[in-house]
């Protein structure tokens, strides 16, 4: 009797440990999925943080945050929204609430729909046609946004420092105060990029440009690197504005030598003449070409690959993985500094070396 008991208790024993184990293999698995899914809303948040960091926007944000109600709140302020439909309309891009109001205008309703700007209705409704693309009337959109308000704000600033520099030196020819600082960039720009690459003869009339375009792009890589979140050179819009000005200074500064080179080359026979003008000609359009993309990728992959990697440090979540992470982004924040410099350095450089191409005098060419 006593042996029954002992056996329908160890089997209850043994029953109630089975449902046990298998309870905690299911609230591993539960866990494990659970775990996996708040990993995958991670990763995915933070791509869509990093993408929403790289744009450009109508207002300028230093940073968000969710309330425990779940309201999103800003911390910044509202820059103006300048559009053109059917005349001039200016409001504050308040109104847009980061897209998620819909801003009225005597009678006229506005909305953000990807950092872009669209007519729609009150309730905001965006219709898209077959290929998910809005097909709602856009305005043209001439905002002051964050970029366009930096490339402002950097401009002044670099006009106070070159004037306050201008003004030290009619009190002494020593440079003081930001004069001891800018002189020894302004010297290696002119002895090391801009005499070497043009020659004496012509580069007093690029120094202007050159010194320029260098510090608007170290300024404003540097800018990058804060949490301000400015990526301003890594709009595309704004490298191809730049390269476009390097090219027209070289189309119309160049000497009658560059053209003849180009369209009809001294020394070589005529058949090679024809073949090789539209390659040349062609690659007056590739030269800036090539340096839009490369100041663009350039910066825009670093900011990608920091952010990523700084992204790490949520995921892992341990006393290993997270200050691996910190200390690669720390050292590869380092090296952006250098990036930043180096960018305005390949800018101005190869910028130089196309102008010295345009007023380059062959006298060899006039005995062909």
Known sequence: MHRINIVKLLSLLLLTVTFSVHAQDESQNDNHAENSHTVKDLKTEIKEYISHHLLDSHDFTLFSYTTVEGDHKYIGFPLPVILWDNGIKIFSSSKLHHGESVAELNGEYFSLYHNKIYKTDAEGTITFDNHQHPT??????????????FIILVGLFMLWMFNSMAKSYKKSTIPSGIGRFLEPIILYVRNDIAIPNIGEKHYKKYMSYLLTVFFFVWIINLLGLTPLGVNVTNNIAVTFALALITYLFTTFTANKNYWKHIFWMPGVPLPMKIILAPIELLGTFIKPFSLMIRLYANITAGHIVLMSIIGLMFIFKNWIGSPLSFG????????????????????????????GMAVEEHEHSEHH
Not at 136 to 143: G, Q, T
């Open 136 to 149: 709602n009337s856009k305005p043209l959109d001439f905002s002051l946004t964050k970029n366009v308000a």
């Open 328 to 355: 690669l982004a720390f050292a590869l924040a380092l090296l952006e500094l250098l990036v930043a410099a180096l960018q305005a350095y390949i800018f101005t450089m190869l910028s130089a070396l196309y102008f």
